[in-house]
């Protein structure tokens, strides 16, 4: 049997540069594990009350399915463009550059801009400086920190992996502590399995409500796999790791939820999980009465790292997701060119560093309140793209699934799954964001997280007509263009 790689060494990336563990690092790192929890935990508890764990584990499940679905896609094709080849091979150019290469790089840029942010207000805090509150003050901090994280991206892919060590560790180290310290409080109660039980979650609305929480704290993962043509063992280790990941990440949240749920409870009034003064930053509320004021810095400084860490991570894998579609014929030759000394996407991490600022400052400028309803929709765009590539695996391996139960199970069943739940999820998302009260801003009556995940979306769709027309051999022989620059070897 033969399967198709592509010619590593074709893009210029420096091949062999990280192992197993650096990439299972860079996948934790994306997605900002201190930072996703203590900004989600509170509004899943606030749905949900002590059922938040159970919710944390429906929400794992469509994601470790889609999980499975990289896996399979990237030991047939481990192309740094991922979901732009991958949907290509199988549904055609236009349908990848949408929904594998626009989609995705949209809702990454937005993540971006809020990581910036993010870092920049917690530095600010943590060293005790006016501004933390000012949204033009925090912009003004955040560029030179997204600069920074620029220049190491530009450097190549081991230094990076190398910060991620400690930035990830530290992070681990917070969360493991923090839980540790409060589940040995006196008086605390003691967890029970009866949280884990989602039959027990009252109502469709509550549930679907809280997965979809959920689903954002486990996205990001997947950015470990653009750097797919720089691992060792390229077909296989990029996979490992995207499973390796997702468990480890469902491990550390679910500890985390037990400690929090057991500690501060349910309640509405200080600092219970019902009261929604907490909701938007648990363990910084809960951190002075866990850790003490002085520990309780660290979980700060965790949680700043975190939105860095994940920023970084970012400015790896995007630069690489569009040097593959310039590389295909997709977009304009700067995005392939590579650093002649360091072997990465040099104009491409340049690129996006400064489009990370440019949004940054765009959206502050419009108002604080307009940069937290970006970052909600970047929900729907997740669904998006993750439902596609899901179902992208069933349609590009349907001639092979009766091969073996493996080839079923692994290429057909569970991607099916996955990508139906992600779809689904899609059109909740999309239902539940019409509400005006979903927010903070509304438009005619029509919420504005709605407005500006579908006109995320419509611009795509527009960005599709104008790139057709600049690259036209690429939209009349997508499939072959890829194609084309795969080789055959031996399975």
């Known amino acids: 049997m033969t399967t198709t790689h592509p010619d590593e060494t074709d893009k210029g990336l420096r091949s062999g540069s990280v192992g197993l563990l650096a990439t299972v690092a860079l996948g934790l790192s994306s997605t900002a594990p201190a930072y996703s929890i203590t900004v989600t935990l509170g509004y899943v508890a606030l749905v949900v009350g002590d059922l938040a764990p159970a919710a944390l584990l429906l929400g794992f499940v469509p994601i470790l399915l889609t999980a499975f679905a990289f896996r399979e896609l990237n030991r047939e094709m481990p192309d740094c463009g991922t979901t732009f080849v991958w949907n290509t091979r199988a549904f055609g150019p236009r349908t990848g550059w949408f929904a594998g290469g626009w989609v995705p790089q949209i809702a990454t840029l937005i993540a971006m801009a809020a990581l910036a942010q993010v870092s920049s207000g917690y530095l600010l805090g943590l060293l005790g400086l006016e501004g933390a509150e000012d949204p033009l003050v925090v912009a003004a901090v955040a560029v030179p920190i997204v600069a920074g994280l620029t220049l190491v991206a530009r450097r190549g892919l081991r230094v990076a992996a190398g910060l991620q060590y400690v930035l990830l560790g530290l992070q681990l180290l917070a969360l493991i502590g923090f839980g540790a310290a409060a589940l040995a409080r006196p008086g605390v109660s003691s967890p029970s399995p009866s949280w884990l039980d989602p039959f027990a979650i009252d109502g469709f609305d509550s549930f679907a409500q809280a997965v979809l929480l959920c689903l954002f704290i486990y996205w990001g993962w997947d950015a470990l796999i653009t750097t797919n043509e720089e691992t060792r063992d390229s077909d296989r280790v ?26 501060a409870g349910t309640g509405t009034t200080g600092f219970g999980l019902g009261n929604p003064d907490n909701a938007t930053d648990v363990l910084a509320s809960l951190a002075p009465p866990v850790l003490g004021d002085a520990f309780a810095k660290v979980m700060e400084l965790a949680v700043c790292v975190s939105a860095a860490s994940a920023l970084l991570t970012c400015l790896v894998s995007s630069p690489r997701g569009s040097l593959s579609m310039a590389s295909h014929g997709a977009l304009p030759a700067a995005f392939a060119r590579v650093h002649p000394r360091y072997r990465t996407p040099s104009f491409g991490t340049v690129f996006y560093g400064g489009a990370t600022a440019a949004v940054l400052l765009a959206l502050s400028l419009l108002s604080d309140a307009f940069l937290g309803d970006a970052i909600l929709c970047v929900g729907l765009l997740i669904a998006c793209y993750y439902g596609t590539t899901a179902l992208a695996c069933v349609w590009y391996f349907r001639k092979r699934l ?11 069943v569970l991607p099916l799954a996955g990508g139906l739940l992600m779809l689904g999820a899609f059109v909740r998302s999309a239902y539940d964001m019409v509400d005006p009260a979903y927010g903070t801003t509304s438009f005619h009556g029509v919420g504005g997280v709605f407005l500006l995940g579908a006109g995320s979306l419509a611009a795509g769709a527009l960005a599709v007509l104008t790139a057709r027309a600049a690259y036209p051999a690429f939209f009349r022989d997508g499939r072959a263009t890829v194609a084309s620059r795969l080789v055959t070897t031996d399975d």
């Open 238 to 263: 990029p996979g490992q790791a995207a499973v390796i990941s997702t468990v480890v990440l469902l491990g550390t949240y679910l500890f985390t939820a037990f400690a929090v749920v057991s500690f």
């Open 402 to 412: 009766r091969t073996s139960p493996r080839a079923l199970l692994l290429r057909g």
